[in-house]
T-cell receptor, first 111, second 117 residues
Framework: SQKIEQNSEALNIQEGKTATLTCNYTNYSPAYLQWYRQDPGRGPVFLLL?????KEKRKERLKVTFDTTLKQSLFHITASQPADSATYLCAPAGGSYIPTFGRGTSLIVHP | DAGVIQSPRHEVTEMGQEVTLRCKPI?????LFWYRQTMMRGLELLIYFNNNVPIDDSGMPEDRFSAKMPNASFSTLKIQPSEPRDSAVYFC???????????????FGPGTRLLVL
């Protein structure tokens, strides 16, 4: 069955450093992969989408990579700020083109 | 645009009672999704609609759950009878669909926090 793995342990980093979050998937080949941010008590908010034929996508301080051989996506936040503290969900989309969400990784940026 | 609207925001009920959750998608969006989020299982897709028609309900846990979309601007998720294990946050999301292959963004509502005692 399809499986999406994100680090269950919270990632703690110091303000100004680069945060790197990992998303691994197995048993399918997504046509694209999305990343969402979720704050406590709120619904997920879309951040970035990367397609299977793209290696890297950037948006301001955010960067996403997509390695279809490793079946992995990395999500980077450079020059992190306390306001970046949230849970980040990856969501690969397979043949149905409907994304399936991972359980998310909590990021805590310390001032 | 007001975004996806869900009601109620919080619901506390007793086991065995009927629960109805409501969702108004963003105007013009063709797809509507219902999700359930728990600490244990994360964000699970329950059912989704395309142009008011249910496409995939394989995520609906059991017959106690049902969903309808009578028109493009309204959908309900009903649980009858409710059980304590149904306690979760239920999200509705919608997406414009110029073709699913384009990877359209999902726009989530604020969620309904359900507690079944």
């Amino acid at each position: 069955s399809q499986k999406i793995e994100q680090n269950s342990e919270a990632l703690n980093i110091q303000e100004g450093k680069t945060a790197t979050l990992t998303c691994n998937y197995t048993n399918y080949s997504p046509a694209y992969l999305q990343w969402y941010r979720q704050d406590p008590g709120r619904g997920p908010v879309f951040l970035l989408l990367i397609r299977e034929n793209e290696k890297e996508k950037r948006k301001e301080r955010l960067k996403v990579t997509f390695d279809t051989t490793l079946k992995q996506s990395l999500f980077h936040i450079t020059a992190s700020q306390p306001a970046d503290s949230a849970t980040y969900l990856c969501a690969p989309a397979g043949g149905s083109y409907i994304p399936t969400f991972g359980r998310g990784t909590s990021l805590i940026v310390h001032p | 645009d007001a975004g996806v609207i869900q009601s109620p925001r919080h619901e506390v009920t007793e086991m065995g009672q009927e629960v109805t959750l409501r969702c108004k998608p963003i105007s013009g969006h063709d797809y509507l999704f219902w999700y359930r989020q728990t600490m244990m299982r994360g964000l699970e897709l329950l059912i989704y609609f395309n142009n008011n028609v249910p496409i995939d309900d394989s995520g609906m846990p059991e017959d106690r759950f049902s969903a309808k979309m009578p028109n493009a601007s309204f959908s309900t998720l009903k649980i009858q009878p409710s059980e304590p294990r149904d306690s979760a946050v239920y999200f509705c999301a919608s997406t414009p669909a110029s073709g699913g292959q384009n990877g359209e963004t999902q726009y989530f509502g604020p969620g309904t926090r359900l507690l079944v005692l």
